[in-house]
């Protein structure tokens, strides 16, 4: 049978090397042992890789508070942006409707001054279309319903009247213009369907 070979067993047959073999550094110097001079050394790394226990659980209670100051402010700051959003929210809309209401105050006075009533219905016209794209450049558009399927999502139905088979289910009048914001209702149109 063979013997089976194991790595931990003693080596037996070894040959010590020449004084000269093996030490590179000087010739004359005695072979030293790593082994032997290990054993007579004092454990330094196994002291040092304990840390006191007192000074880790400081260390990270300060952590721990910085943190939490940290957290404190940033809630503090997020919250005051908050509410000064909300204060301010509407003065970009405002200040878009403010030209609009200046010349709706113009044609007040020139209603009290003028007779021409041409003239004045063209003026509550140019009113109305600068309104109406001081809003289209805010996101605000109508809703376009009128002969078209009623549709809940968008309309609400304030009345249903009898229209005849061809107008049954559509919207056949519209009683209050519908708005939206980008893609979300703003207001839902008030709408007669016939039935």
Same mark, same amino acid.
């Given at each position: 049978?063979?013997?089976?070979?194991?790595? *931990?067993?003693?080596?037996?047959?070894?040959?010590?090397?020449?004084?000269? $073999?093996?030490?590179?550094?000087?010739?004359?110097?005695?072979?030293?042992?790593?082994?032997?001079?290990?054993?007579?050394?004092?454990?330094?790394?196994?002291?040092?890789?304990?840390?006191?226990?007192?000074?880790?659980?400081?260390?990270?209670?300060?952590?721990?508070?910085?943190?939490?100051?940290?957290?404190? *402010?940033?809630?503090?700051?997020?919250?005051?942006?908050?509410? $000064?959003?909300?204060?301010?929210?509407?003065?970009?809309? %405002?200040?878009?409707?403010?030209?609009?209401?200046?010349?709706?105050?113009?044609? @007040?006075?020139?209603?009290?001054?003028?007779?021409? @009533?041409?003239?004045?219905?063209?003026? @509550?016209?140019?009113?109305?279309?600068?309104?109406?794209?001081? %809003?289209?450049?805010?996101?605000?558009?109508?809703?376009?319903?009128?002969?078209?399927?009623?549709?809940?999502?968008?309309?609400?139905?304030?009345?249903?009247?009898?229209?005849?088979?061809?107008?049954?289910?559509?919207?056949?009048?519209?009683?209050?213009?519908?708005?939206? %914001?980008?893609?979300?209702? %703003?207001?839902?149109?008030?709408?007669?369907?016939? $039935?």
């Amino acid at each position: 049978m063979k013997k089976e070979e194991t790595y *931990n067993e003693p080596i037996t047959d070894r040959e010590e090397p020449a004084a000269n $073999e093996g030490c590179p550094a000087d010739g004359d110097a005695a072979h030293v042992n790593m082994a032997d001079d290990s054993a007579d050394a004092p454990d330094t790394v196994a002291d040092d890789a304990q840390p006191d226990p007192a000074a880790a659980v400081a260390e990270w209670q300060d952590k721990f508070l910085r943190l939490q100051a940290e957290f404190d *402010n940033y809630r503090k700051r997020t919250l005051k942006e908050k509410m $000064e959003l909300v204060a301010t929210g509407g003065r970009d809309v %405002l200040l878009e409707m403010l030209p609009v209401r200046d010349d709706v105050q113009r044609a @007040v006075a020139a209603m009290e001054k003028s007779d021409d @009533v041409e003239a004045l219905r063209a003026g @509550v016209t140019l009113i109305a279309q600068k309104f109406t794209e001081a %809003l289209r450049r805010k996101g605000v558009t109508e809703i376009e319903c009128r002969d078209k399927e009623f549709d809940a999502d968008l309309c609400e139905a304030v009345a249903k009247f009898a229209a005849g088979e061809d107008k049954k289910g559509k919207v056949i009048d519209v009683v209050q213009t519908g708005y939206m %914001l980008g893609e979300k209702v %703003l207001r839902f149109a008030k709408v007669v369907v016939g $039935e």
